[in-house]
C-alpha cells in the first residue's frame, strides 16, 4: 500500500527549532518529488516546500525561506522539514505529499495524515 | 507568483444539486490545475488532475473544465458524502499556490 507517515510535530516556543519527518512507503521513493503542506487552525491550504528526488533542488515558500530547511534520505525512503527561528505563525498541521508524475500533472496525488506543529510560549 | 483566486468562499446547497466551484489563475497555467476534497480533520484527496481528468475511483459525477486560466469544478447531483471543503492548485510552477477554498455545506 502506499503511505506517507509523518511524524515530529509538538509544542515549541517561538524562536526555538523542530525537525518533522515523513516516511514513505509501497512506492519507488527515489522517482518522486516529495513536498510539505501546512494548513494553520481554519484557515487554508499553503504549499511550504519541495524536494526533488535525488534531493539536488529545492523550492520554498517565501513565507519560510532561509528559515526551513527541506532534505531527504533516500535510503531510509523519508523526508525531513527542519524548521528553525519559528514564530506563532507557523502552527500548523504539516502535510507531507508526493508530487506525481508529468502524466498525471504534477498533482499531489498522495497524502500524509499530517503532523500538528503548535508555536507557542 | 501565480494567485489562485476561488469562488465562492462557501456554498449552501441540497442533497441532489448541481454545484460549479470557479478558479482563476493570475497568469497562464496551462492546464496545470488540480482539485482536491478535505474533510473535517483529514487530509485531502485528489479528484481531479490536469484541469480535467479524474482521478481513478473518483465517483463520475465530478468534472473539471478548463478555458483559458479560468477552471471550473462541477458536481452534478450532490451526495451526502460531497460535503466538504474543495481546494484548486497550480502545479505549472513554484511556488504550487492553492486557491482559498470552498466550503460545501448543506
Not at chain 1, 31 to 44: C, D, E, L
Not at chain 1, 79 to 99: F, G, I, P
Amino acid at each position: 500500500e502506499v503511505q506517507l507517515l509523518e511524524s515530529g510535530g509538538g509544542l515549541v516556543q517561538p524562536g526555538g527549532s523542530l525537525r518533522i519527518s515523513c516516511a514513505a512507503s509501497g512506492f519507488t521513493f527515489s522517482n518522486y518529488v516529495m513536498s510539505w503542506v501546512r494548513q494553520a487552525p481554519g484557515k487554508g491550504l499553503e504549499w511550504v516546500s519541495a524536494i526533488s528526488g535525488g534531493g539536488g533542488s529545492t523550492y520554498y515558500a517565501d513565507s519560510v525561506k532561509g528559515r526551513f530547511t527541506i532534505s531527504r534520505d533516500n535510503s531510509k525512503n523519508t523526508v525531513y522539514l527542519q524548521m528553525n527561528s519559528l514564530r506563532a505563525e507557523d502552527t500548523a498541521v504539516y502535510y507531507c505529499a508526493r508530487r506525481s508524475s508529468a502524466e498525471t500533472g504534477y498533482a499531489f496525488d498522495i497524502w500524509g495524515q499530517g503532523t500538528m506543529v503548535t508555536v507557542s510560549s | 507568483d501565480i494567485q489562485m483566486t476561488q469562488s465562492p468562499s462557501s456554498l449552501s446547497a441540497s442533497v441532489g444539486d448541481r454545484v460549479t466551484i470557479t478558479c482563476r489563475a493570475s497568469q497562464s497555467i496551462s492546464r496545470y490545475l488540480n482539485w482536491y476534497q478535505q474533510k473535517p480533520g483529514k487530509a485531502p484527496k485528489l479528484l481531479i488532475y490536469a484541469a480535467s481528468s479524474l482521478l481513478s475511483g473518483v465517483p463520475s459525477r465530478f468534472s473539471g473544465s478548463a478555458s483559458g486560466t479560468d477552471f471550473t469544478l462541477t458536481i452534478s447531483s450532490l451526495q451526502p458524502e460531497d460535503f466538504a471543503t474543495y481546494y484548486c492548485q497550480q502545479s505549472y510552477s513554484s511556488p504550487y499556490t492553492f486557491g482559498q477554498g470552498t466550503k460545501l455545506e448543506i
